[in-house]
Nanobody, 126 residues
């Protein structure tokens, strides 16, 4: 099993940037497909991005494509989410997620990821 801890959230003005980090421990990080979900107040959790085990393949929700970048450093057991050109509608709790798969595939459902961090709040003011 892997334990996930997010950091880097905060308050930022529209148009600004933030970088979220997710530190993993407890298992072989490079065995996991990693990703990010978010949950805005009153809404269901939604897919943001995923990255394959080596970091060479990424997928994004249409709402963040071109603005957010997911990356990973397997030597540091860390996955990142660089968020640029932030909008008020990006305000949410952001969760780091992981699932252990030999071959890459994308799950857009929260149920596809057994491992979750505690979440970090991102607030974008207009």
């Amino acid at each position: 099993q892997v334990q996930l801890v997010e950091s880097g959230g905060g308050l930022v003005q529209a148009g600004g940037s933030l970088r979220l980090s997710c530190a993993a421990s407890g298992d072989t990080f490079s065995s996991y497909i990693m990703g990010w979900f978010r949950q805005a107040p009153g809404k269901e959790r939604e897919f943001v991005a995923t990255i394959n085990r080596s970091g060479g393949i990424t997928d994004y929700a249409d709402s963040v494509k071109g603005r957010f970048t997911i990356s990973r450093d397997n030597a540091k057991n860390t996955v990142y989410l660089q968020m640029n050109s932030l909008k008020p509608e990006d305000t949410a709790i952001y969760y780091c997620v992981g699932r252990e798969r030999r071959f890459y595939s994308v799950s857009y459902s929260p149920s596809g990821y057994p491992y979750w961090g505690q979440g970090t709040q991102v607030t974008v003011s207009s």
